[in-house]
């Protein structure tokens, strides 16, 4: 599966089990554009792990700038189920690899007004 957004695109690359109305695991390659950011948001059936390839920026977890919030390649922020975050790529275009645990629905987003 492949989107594009406003803030760039992501791809699925992996899901387990491959077959099943929500997958227990999901691995998406997020690729955010020089300024793009995606909407304050949190899921309550899976957590992340944003692991950060390439470019940078800035994140936001629960609505408070996390230990890792200037991110750079080779950083690795978690994000639990049911915690607020965002993603500003302020300071160039950005690759990150996401991990989804739990169940891992595209309608598993809630986002902030």
Known sequence: MFKFRPWGFWLVLWRWPLFSKGPR?????????????????????????WRFVFGGGSMDVEHHKSPASDVMCGIVVHVPVNVW?????????????ETQRGICLESDIERAQ
Do not use: I, M, P, W
């Open 25 to 49: 695991y999901k691995l998406k390659l997020l690729y955010f554009k020089k300024g793009g950011k995606c909407s304050l948001q949190r899921h309550a059936l899976r957590s992340e792990v």
């Open 85 to 97: 975050h965002q993603y500003h790529a302020d300071h160039s275009a950005t690759l990150v690899l």
